[in-house]
């Protein structure tokens, strides 16, 4: 009884926020103001997401003048990921791109990228995302009055610790990782025997100076924009994971805006997301050369038997999470990894 009249509140609370964001735009528009779009993210202005971010603003800003308003807010100036899809459905924000692992409780589907070694290389990834897999996985966040805008890349991620230089598998256990909140990611550290700790991104850096934490994975680019590499004395280029980003918006809101702005908006998104693809590698490579040159921590590279070893090792989370993200999306992208 209880749970059914919290299910009412919710449904309730949703209709009278999703008319308020309705009337919020409308009205917005009736005014004559530009209707704002308040852009919220975790990293660094300088990294693939952040520099995507303020390319959409800039575009939007410069195309549609008077019309629109897009600010960015970086470096978790606004929300936490984790915190920010409760803002995205109440309207306090817009737009938002947390990556894939940040979904976990609202589509643990998406769960399917974060899992170690899933994709042979890019083109398996871009295949799947602009693939069947990825409109499906879309379609769930439809559910969740979340409206899929893109997915925009990153890259592969880095293990690095302050305990040991990570060359083998059983090189991790024992060492403290902290985690974004995905049960994927929480798996692949305890099958090796590291301790996962869950943690935002935005306390990551105090985190690791402090030993809070031992360690952390991530993408060269995030790395050094937030300077884990100062606080690190070892990483290795293990590429053992993807972080990549949904870019998602309140499906009341996009569908309520006036539809020449939503076009224009969408196309413009086209136009980010070729960007992006484009260029996240390179500044990827840009910042794992930036860490090497600035010598604060020692850059482990793996040899392909290395690599092996930690393929061997992740395999088994794969079947682990069939059921939870299902078997149907991680056979059609092993069926892509055959192909290519
Ligand atoms: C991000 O790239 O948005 C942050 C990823 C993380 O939380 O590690």
Do not use: C
């Amino acid at each position: 009884m209880k749970k059914q009249l919290h299910k009412g509140l919710k449904s309730f609370l949703a209709v009278g926020v999703a008319a308020g964001l309705i009337l919020g735009a409308a009205s917005l528009a009736a005014a004559g103001g530009p209707i704002k779009i308040r852009f919220s993210h975790v990293v660094a202005p300088t990294t693939p997401k952040g520099r995507a971010a303020d390319m959409f603003a800039r575009l939007a800003n410069e195309r549609l003048k008077g019309k629109v308003e897009v600010q960015v807010f970086p470096n978790s100036q606004l929300y936490t990921d984790k915190k920010v899809l409760d803002a995205l459905s109440s309207g306090s924000v817009e737009m938002a791109a947390p990556s894939t692992a940040k979904f976990t409780s609202w589509v643990p589907q998406l769960q399917l990228f974060d899992l170690p070694f899933m994709f042979k290389n890019r083109k398996v990834l871009y295949q799947t995302m602009d693939g069947e897999v990825g409109k499906k996985m879309f379609k769930l966040l439809g559910k969740k009055n979340m409206l899929g805008l893109a997915m925009w890349d990153n890259g592969f991620k880095q293990i690095g610790n302050n305990i040991r230089e990570i060359r083998k598998p059983e090189d991790l256990a024992g060492i403290k990782f902290r985690i974004m909140s995905s049960k994927v990611l929480e798996a692949q550290f305890k099958i090796v025997g590291a301790n996962p700790q869950v943690m935002p991104f935005s306390e990551v850096y105090s985190a690791l100076e402090q030993g809070v934490i031992d360690g952390q994975e991530n993408t060269w680019s995030n790395i050094y924009s937030k300077k884990f590499n100062e606080v690190q004395k070892y990483i290795t280029e293990t590429n053992h994971g993807y972080l990549g980003y949904l870019v998602v918006t309140n499906a009341q809101f996009w569908n309520h805006l006036p539809t020449d702005v939503r076009t224009e908006l969408e196309n413009i998104m086209k136009e980010v997301t070729a960007w992006i693809r484009e260029n996240a590698y390179k500044i990827n490579q840009d910042m794992k050369q930036k860490v090497i040159e600035a010598g604060k921590t020692k850059v482990t590279v793996l040899t392909e038997a290395e690599k092996e070893a930690f393929r061997k090792a992740f395999k088994p989370v794969q079947a682990q999470f069939r059921d939870v993200i299902g078997g149907e999306f991680i056979d059609a992208v092993n069926a892509l990894n055959a192909k290519n």
